[in-house]
């Protein structure tokens, strides 16, 4: 499974969600297991990070978890089904660029100018491992940014991002330096603002990623397709 399941505490967080109110960090009284189970396929549909057969095989295993019906497969695809739906209808209306959109350009400005991005990786561990790779190449890079998957999960429904910056060596950056800047005058060429806290970079950043959705089965297909 991802590196939070719906089980796991993932679901308390500061905010109150999206604007429907939910959302997988969404804060207030106690969540049912059917709420965290709800709000669990939402980040994993919305994130686009896992195919189809993945995202339901982990929102079945959220379900088992929660131990909530004697079906999880099912009880599972309804909900995906249901996430995908809405997502259809949303992505309709969302702004061209989309910060998404923003992102990736942002990103590959920054991999031009040797910043390695790695993006929805496991952990920190990923991180090294690449620089590693890399020194061992004999082409070390300037940096590495990277994020994981739950920062994506509270990007889509807290827009904001959370970016982990490293030099070359694997040491963070700091205030004043020159990799921080570049990092942070990049995003804001494109468009997103974004300021260092506490030691990493904070997009201003809602993750509207588009996705060619699959039909549902009794819909129309082009009731699917991202404009």
């Given amino acids: 499974m991802s ?19 939910s959302g997988f960090f969404r804060a207030g009284p ?3 297991p059917e709420d965290r189970v709800r709000d669990f396929a ?17 929102v079945t295993e959220a379900v088992a978890d929660e131990r909530i019906t004697d079906d999880p497969a099912a009880m599972a695809a309804d909900l995906v089904r249901a996430e995908r739906e809405r997502l259809a209808v949303d992505q309709q209306s969302w702004e061209v660029p989309t910060d998404h959109d923003r992102l990736v350009a942002a990103f590959d400005e920054l991999a031009g100018s040797d910043v390695v991005v790695l993006q929805a990786i496991e952990d920190h561990w990923t991180a090294q491992a690449e620089l590693r790779r890399r020194a061992a190449e004999g082409r070390p890079p300037l940096g590495v940014a990277w994020f994981t998957a739950p920062d994506v999960w509270h990007a889509v429904d807290h827009g904001m991002l959370e970016l982990n910056v490293w030099h070359g060596d694997s040491a963070n950056v700091a205030p004043g330096e020159p990799l921080l800047d570049l990092v942070i005058e990049v995003l804001a060429r494109h468009g997103l603002a974004a300021h260092f806290d506490e030691g990493r970079i904070e997009i201003s950043a809602s993750w509207h990623r588009r ?7 009794g819909q129309a297909p082009e009731q699917y397709a991202p404009r």
């Avoid at 505490?9 to 429907?20: C, F, N, Q, V």
């Avoid at 980040?43 to 982990?58: F, I, M, N, P, T």
């Fill in 30 to 32: 106690k969540l049912t």
């Fill in 3 to 21: 590196s939070s399941r719906a089980g796991d505490g993932g679901g308390a967080g500061p905010g109150d969600g999206s604007e429907d109110g």
């Fill in 211 to 217: 996705q060619a959705l699959a039909p549902v089965a």
């Fill in 42 to 58: 939402r980040a994993q549909v919305r994130a686009g990070l896992l195919d189809a057969h993945a995202v339901l095989q982990e």
